[in-house]
Each structure stands twice: as structure tokens, then as C-alpha cells.
């Protein structure tokens, strides 16, 4: 199963008033285990950058003047993504975004249908409690510390992580399917299989040794459950 962790920067809260994207992160999970696989581009908005967005995420209109535009970047972000579940902390304002982009372009909207909103489990998991980002490392104990300002990239690494632990898949990891573990098993079996016994190394004197010392512990020991 392929997931993509996503997260955007933008120039403000509202694509309808002129707001653009400003950086687009994608992190791919496979069988929810990161695969090292990213996407990520800062984005030229082809306007001026607030103050207030400034703020936010330190992307100045001088330093996005030179990157890619939306329009040039956007088949190569759509066959990133294909028809992988997106998932995203508070979907709605992404998605919104990403749409609007896509609209000027003449392309089909994101469905939401491919949307998970990590957001809305966090509200349903720990009801009443705060749940942006922020709050939801600091609850499962995930160095956000790099954090200093919002970015794209780093928000992506995070929110897996929160994401796992929000349904409970932390060690997703240890399943890796059923022709791996048939191929683990058999990698195993060969390095355990000798043809021969080994010959004993250990002399009368030092066995009778072993015997001795093992022979003081006290019953049931683990030695007792070893053997």
C-alpha cells in the first residue's frame, strides 16, 4: 500500500483572494515505512510575500523569484502522487490550494476520496485536546526541535511520524509481507543448517568447571529454562 505525506507553504490563508503556493513537500510510505523517496520543490508564486507568511515559514519573494513556477512543476507532482492516498494535517486548507492551482492550469481537482486527514483523527483520537503539530509531537514524543519555522519538508518527516502513531503503526516495520519473510525464513534455515557437528572445544576440566558453577544457582533458574 502506497501513501504520500504531504504538506504545502503558501502566501497567506485564501487562494480565492491571490494567495499562491509557495513549496510542496511529498514523502512516500510504503506498508506505512518510509521509503526515502521525496518530492519536494519551492514554488515562485509570481507575486509579492506578506509579511505576515514571511513570518511563518521565512520564504522571501527574492528567493522564490527564481524557482519554478506551479505550471512547470505540476505533471511531474501529479505522476509523484498518482493515485496514492494523500496524507495530510488538516487536509482541507491543502487540498483547497492545490485545486486552485490545478484549476488554472485546466486540470482535474485532487478527490478527497484519496485524502487522509490526520487532523481529523487526532480530533477523534484525543478529543479536547490541542492538535496541530506542534502539540501532537510533543504527545508522542517526537523531536520537533528543528522546527523553528514551518517548512514543507520537515512538516512531511513529522507528520509521519505522528501519522504512525496515530493509528498505532508504530512498527509496521516488522511485517514485510509474506515473499520476504519466506525469503528471511530461508536465509535463516541456510545459515543454521550445518552438514557436520561441530567438534567441542571446551576440555574435561572446564566442562566439569561449568558443572560446578551452574550447579550453585538457585532452582528455576534461567539457565534450568535455557536448557
Avoid at 504531504?6 to 511529498?26: F, K, N
Avoid at 512498527?171 to 534455515?189: I, P, Y
Amino acid at each position: 500500500m502506497r501513501e504520500i505525506v504531504l504538506d504545502t507553504e503558501t502566501t497567506g490563508l485564501d487562494p480565492e483572494s491571490g494567495d499562491r503556493l509557495v513549496e510542496i513537500a511529498c514523502l512516500e510510505l510504503m506498508d506505512r515505512i518510509p521509503t526515502g523517496r521525496v518530492w519536494h520543490y519551492y514554488v515562485n508564486p509570481e507575486r509579492d510575500m506578506p509579511h505576515s507568511a514571511f513570518a511563518v515559514h521565512g520564504l522571501s519573494s527574492v528567493f522564490l523569484s527564481e524557482k519554478a513556477k506551479f505550471a512547470e512543476l505540476a505533471q511531474d507532482f501529479l505522476d509523484f502522487i498518482k493515485d496514492s492516498k494523500l496524507v495530510i494535517h488538516n487536509a482541507a486548507f491543502d487540498i483547497k490550494f492545490l485545486n486552485h492551482e490545478l484549476a488554472r492550469l485546466d486540470r482535474p481537482p485532487l478527490s478527497f476520496d484519496h485524502v487522509i486527514d490526520t487532523l481529523t483523527i487526532a480530533k477523534r483520537k484525543h478529543a479536547g485536546a490541542q492538535n496541530n503539530l506542534d502539540a501532537l509531537c510533543r504527545r508522542y514524543n517526537i523531536d520537533n526541535r528543528k522546527r523553528t519555522k514551518h517548512g514543507a519538508l520537515l512538516d512531511t518527516e513529522l507528520l509521519a511520524e505522528v501519522y504512525l502513531n496515530l493509528i498505532d503503526a508504530h512498527q509496521a516495520g516488522l511485517d514485510f509481507g509474506r515473499a520476504a519473510r519466506s525469503a528471511a525464513q530461508a536465509q535463516v534455515a541456510a545459515v543454521y543448517a550445518r552438514v557436520t557437528v561441530l567438534a567441542r572445544r571446551l576440555t574435561n576440566e572446564e566442562l566439569e568447571a561449568h558443572t560446578a558453577f551452574v550447579s550453585g544457582f538457585k532452582s528455576p533458574s534461567v539457565w534450568d529454562q535455557y536448557l
